[in-house]
Antibody, heavy 111, light 112 residues
Framework: QVQLKESGPGLVQPSQTLSLTCTVS????????VHWVRQPPGKGLEWMGV???????DYNSALKPRLSISRDTSKSQVFLTMNRLQTEDTGIYYC?????WGQGTLVTVSS | DVVLTQTPVAQPVTLGDQASISCRSS???????????LEWYLQKPGQSPQLLIY???NRFSGVPDRFIGSGSGSDFTLKISRVEPEDLGVYYC?????????FGAGTKLELK
């Protein structure tokens, strides 16, 4: 069955770079599009970006200057990299495909 | 970017009542291929969002028929008839017609 699991550092210092991994199973990354969505504490969902099955990407306009999404199809992994982190980047980061979501990983930006 | 405006922000309900949530888009969500990629999600506390409705009115597998999505163009509605305790949480509309994709701000369905 389709499964996604996010992993990452948990704590990131301000101005540093965040690197997250979404490890998937039950489908091929070359067949489906994987999205990243985040949620600040107590707030709503924010679509961050997508890596399409063909490998192209699209990003949230506000995050585009800082955000990159890539993948390793051989490892069934999708990567999110975001630089110049600030405290407002704190939140739960999810990856999703179609109706399926990971459990999310909490990222806290703090010194 | 497309802005999705959800109303109300909070919807107090009595169990067994009907609830209705509106999602209005700043532009038409009809894709050039003729489809309208408007989805509804429910997020319960401490959980990942779950898909309820896709392409305006199609219920995802396992979603009860008391959830009804409707609308067209830039005006959409989610109706929940006979609200049950497991329906409480925050509802989000989401558009995947235009890049970048966007979510509405959410509507909290709560008990009166």
């Amino acid at each position: 069955q389709v499964q996604l699991k996010e992993s990452g550092p948990g704590l990131v210092q301000p101005s540093q770079t965040l690197s997250l991994t979404c490890t998937v199973s039950g489908f091929s990354l070359t067949s489906y599009n994987v999205h990243w969505v985040r949620q600040p504490p107590g707030k709503g969902l924010e679509w961050m970006g997508v890596i399409w099955s063909g490998g192209n990407t699209d990003y949230n306009s506000a995050l585009k200057p800082r955000l990159s999404i890539s993948r390793d199809t051989s490892k069934s992994q999708v990567f999110l990299t975001m630089n110049r982190l600030q405290t407002e980047d704190t939140g739960i980061y999810y990856c999703k495909v179609l109706a399926y979501w990971g459990q999310g990983t909490l990222v806290t930006v703090s010194s | 970017d497309v802005v999705l405006t959800q109303t109300p922000v909070a919807q107090p309900v009595t169990l067994g009542d009907q609830a209705s949530i509106s999602c209005r888009s700043s532009q038409s969500l009809v894709h050039s291929n003729g489809n309208t990629y408007l989805e509804w999600y429910l997020q319960k506390p401490g959980q990942s969002p779950q898909l309820l409705i896709y392409k305006v009115s199609n219920r995802f597998s396992g979603v009860p028929d008391r959830f009804i999505g409707s609308g067209s163009g830039s005006d959409f509605t989610l109706k929940i008839s006979r609200v049950e305790p497991e329906d409480l949480g925050v509802y989000y509309c989401f558009q995947a017609t235009h890049d970048p994709h966007t979510f509405g701000a959410g509507t909290k369905l709560e008990l009166k």
